[in-house]
RNA sequence: GCCAAGGUGGCAGAGUCCGGCCGAACGCAGCGGCCUGCAGAGCCGCCCACCGCCGGUUCAAAUCCGGCCCUUGGCUCCA
């Protein structure tokens, strides 16, 4: 069995080959850091960092590299606002900053590199003149812009037919490109005023800044949009790419001009596997930036907690859409529920004197196995994070329906140790690779401010003993507003704090 | 207009590449039962889908082919 992904340069799930069989080459087309992160950033993230677990889970060592995109008109359009910055490049500074904090909120793994725009503008220019001088780009007043006529395989990942492609860029540009889709590599002066201006928040004021702008064979000027991911990528990973994985926003035309550019720099391919994220759908359109229709990260993993977050996150396969809305967002906490509570049983009975290794339950050993075979079949097929969850939850159950059994007293000889050991073992390390984590102080009694709860619960059994269950109904009642959900057993009330993380 | 993806139960969402095991997974919601002082959690069982529409291929189609309708994304910044 091995992994198959969805390569959207020929529509087809294919067999994944990287290069050097020990190694994957994975380029991640991140941000520009121009507003704070929001939940459709994190969804592909979250994807883009499953992904590389299940690589690293399959033995090979990923070489991941994400970059900021830190030079961009709408960065320096929010210069002075609030305490963003007075720059540019500390506007930039202020979201990579925000930006790195929301990934550690999400248990993100650290991608090898990050690397800025603005540290790889000689590389840029060189990759221009290599361009200029391979004569697939050409200068005009200053600027230079790729010929897309010049590019035979021009629209091969978007399937774009050269004569139906209206023009891209901003007008004043337009007249300066020999074809309509020909797009700018460097764009000679500094930032456009008006656009700018256009992407300014209301109630900010003042002259427009200027934003960097740097020396060139041309002039000065500042680089392209497209250009830096070509730059980048291959100074860190080399001409061609095992994977590169992006919005399905970006196909056309970034990724579409990425090939280009590339491509016609290096005569080698320029990535082996393109691979889309799709986007989040609130209520019949997308979550983005420009529409301000967004929850920022930061909000979610304090409404929601990391794992929950997690969990709805990777609720859908990384390239089908799925939707945004309340409803969607609690019935994952629901399942991240779920599976805790039934990982802290098991894990309750693992340690309690009743658990035995000479006990065996085949029905749920065989649960187990089943279920990890699903997680792996479900992985390999192109990273299916929802069929790989239900698997997960099938565990779940396996246990609950063991320890409803071992209650049953109809055989008493307590917990399969083994076969709960191995359920416990499950969870963690496939939780791990969707990036959940079980290790919370969320279980019995040794958890944060454990005593206290315990102290409460003792008080509580006391009065139901005496038969007084309306004081005992008020604790309880009052422990759940505090956070704390009281679950009574035959062994006694057990609890779990609701809050994650 | 052009390009791309998708339309599966009350919701959400797998399955469609390699047709039969799919009268359709997992979860949520709903119903009944067990457990419980009660509640929650859990367990057992059940209800709800002829898989957008029409036609075709086949012994057999949610899955293949053709047409149509609709939705979303892109063609301007965007994960």
New binding site residues.
Partial sequence: MTL?V?N?LT???EPFEPQDPENVLLYY????V??PP????A??WVHVDVMHRWLEHLGYDVRHVENF?DV???IVARVGEDDLGDSESAVARTYIDRTISDMRSLNLLRAEVYPRVSEHVPEIVDLVETLVEKDYAYESNGSVYFDVTRFEDYGKL????LD???????PDERSEKRH??D?ALWKAGGVDPDAVEE?RHEGVSGDPPAGLTWDSPWGEGRPG?HIECSAMSMTHLGETLDIH??????????HENEIAQSEAATDAQFANYWL??????MD????????GN?VTVSEAVDAWGTNALRTFLT???Y?????Y?D??I???R??W??LE??YD?AVDAVDSPDAATKVADTSLRTAVDDARDAFEA?MN??F?T??A??A???V??A???H???A?ADEHDDGYDYVGLRRAVETLEEYGEILGLAFDGQTTGSAALAGDVVELVLDV?EQE?ERGN??R??EL?DELEALGV??????DG??YRLETDE
């Avoid at 087309?29 to 520009?32: A, E």
């Avoid at 929001?38 to 950033?41: A, S, T, V």
């Fill in positions: 198959h969805t959207t529509g087809d799930l087309c991140g941000l520009t121009s507003d929001h939940l459709g950033h969804r592909s995109t961009n008109e709408k978007s399937n774009q037919d139906e492609i209206e023009s891209q860029g901003e309509p889709a797009f992407h949009w994985v992006g919005g399905r926003d970006l196909v056309f035309p970034h889309h994220c799709e986007l989040f759908q019949d359109e997308k979550m983005s930036s420009s529409l967004f609720a859908g396969s390239n089908s859409k799925q939707l809305s409803e969607t609690s019935e994952a629901e399942r529920d779920r509570r039934a049983a479900a097929d192109d299916n929802r069929e969850q239900s997960l939850l099938e779940a159950t246990i609950n329906r320890l409803d059994a209650a509580r139901r269950y309306e005992a109904d309880r959900e009281v679950q009574d057993t035959d009330a057990s």
